[in-house]
């Protein structure tokens, strides 16, 4: 049971984590903004489609060109521009977590 309560320990440091803090703080603001929700919908959207593009080798410019410009409408709003930054340090400290969790979990097995 003890790692359960290390778990825990765990989960509860990244809730009240500044930074997930901030996130969650941004976040409601853009669910605030339907207009703003709307927009990063969309550049999430365009997101997905220029990756599968990437990945099967097909032509991108076209998808790159509307994600890029999406992204530029989106960093004009006042806050936009951090919470894209806070998204990606989140998602760099959890995908860290993760890769440390599963390199101890190989170790243990090996």
């Known amino acids: 049971m003890n790692i359960l309560k290390e ?3 765990l989960l509860s ?5 500044p930074l997930v803090k901030r996130y ?6 853009i669910h605030q903004d339907k207009q703003l ?7 999430k959207e365009y997101q997905k489609q220029l990756v599968n593009a990437k990945a099967s ?13 999406t992204r530029e ?9 951090e919470y894209l930054d806070v998204i990606e340090m989140v998602n ?7 890769d440390i969790i599963a390199s101890e979990i190989n170790m243990d097995l090996s």
């Open 7 to 9: 778990f825990d320990e």
């Open 13 to 17: 440091y990244v809730k009240e984590h």
């Open 24 to 29: 969650q703080e941004l976040e409601e603001k």
């Open 37 to 43: 929700l709307q927009k990063y919908e969309q550049l």
């Open 57 to 69: 080798k097909k032509p991108f410019a076209e998808i790159e060109k509307v994600y890029l410009a």
């Open 73 to 81: 409408e989106l960093l004009m709003h006042p806050f936009m521009g």
């Open 92 to 98: 760099s400290d959890l995908q860290l977590i993760q």
